[in-house]
């Protein structure tokens, strides 16, 4: 059986493209004692890839050059000599980037296709919705009647964030780069307002405007001029969750911008930056509780599927122009 790999054949300077990706062929063997062959169904894509395309340290190791991209993958088990597997059986791992794969079970988690999508197990019920489950609930702390700030709102962890942030009672403003993703913050997923940022002249005004109350959490999965606009509006004892930077993940130079220490410390804030497996021993209750609200109706998600092994390049790139909403997956397979 012939398999497709997609490899990193190059490093990217700034903005990924096309050209840093290689796409092969090669052929995958059955599996031997206590092996399973998987299929991809789903392979996702997300923005802390790209910090593993480059060679700096990182709380991740970096891809290695001509070896396959990896991620989080949904895939069936077509054939186990495995003996916690069986064939049919639908497992999430972290597996490269290949239509089929053999695994020695290391890292494999079987999913149940009854409580929810496949495809759900790689957003809300996966790595964003833990991330935007533990980031802010564990550090955020909200309490009713707050004013919580979400930049990259109609991405896979701000939606969520924002849902999460209405169900404590907290008022809830979103910050996304189109009219279409403002109206489905606000319409679909109960925000309270919204700003376009790839449309507002002055985003200082804006946030005064939609926070007049000012800013008690801030969960930033942007960073860059839109986190420095909402530090002006903190509040006393306001909580700042560093989840993601996408906006200067392409530099190729370090950034100055505003000293927030100063404001940090008269405001009395807090800023804290995480990574979601910090919390891994907490992951089972806020899976419970995901898809307890996901069960009720209470959590509301939406995805971007392109169709495709060979889409994936192309459904990672759009990352960084900001063509997802929701969690952005390719779909390989029925």
Known sequence: MNSKKILLRSRPQGMPNESNFEFTEQEV???????????????SVDPYMRGRMSETKSYVPPYKLH??????????????RHSK????????????????TLSDGNGLHKINPNLAPLSYHLGILGMPGLTAYCGLLFIGEPKQGET?????????????????????????????????????????????????????SNMQEAL???????????????????????????NNFS?????????????????????????????????KGFIVSDYAERFEEASKELATWV?????????????GFDK??????????????????????E
């Open 239 to 271: 909580r700042i969750i560093i989840c993601g930077q996408i906006a200067l993940y392409n530099v190729t130079s370090r950034p100055t911008g505003p000293r927030v220490e100063p404001l940090l410390l008269t405001k009395k804030s807090l800023m």
């Open 85 to 100: 597997y069986k064939s049919g059986d639908n497992v999430l791992g972290n597996l490269p980037w290949a239509t089929y």
């Open 29 to 43: 063997s059955s599996p031997a004692e206590g092996e399973v062959l998987l299929k991809a169904l789903y392979i």
């Open 148 to 200: 919580v700030v979400v930049s990259g709102a109609a991405g896979a962890v701000g939606m969520v964030v924002g849902q999460i942030a209405k169900l404590k009672g907290c008022r809830v403003v979103g910050i996304a780069g189109s009219d279409e993703k403002i109206s489905y913050l606000k319409e679909q997923l109960g925000f309270d307002e919204g700003i376009n940022y790839k449309t507002t």
């Open 208 to 234: 005064e405007k939609a926070c007049p109350e000012g800013v008690d959490i801030y969960f930033d999965n942007v960073g860059g001029e839109i986190s420095d606009a909402v530090y002006t509006l903190l």
């Open 67 to 80: 070896e396959p991209i990896s991620g989080g993958v949904v895939a069936e088990v077509v054939e186990s």
């Open 312 to 333: 994936l390049p192309e459904a990672f790139l759009g990352l960084f122009k900001g063509e997802n909403i929701g969690k952005q997956l390719v779909k390989v397979a």
């Open 295 to 307: 069960k009720a109706g209470n959590l509301k998600y939406e995805e971007s599927i392109a169709e």
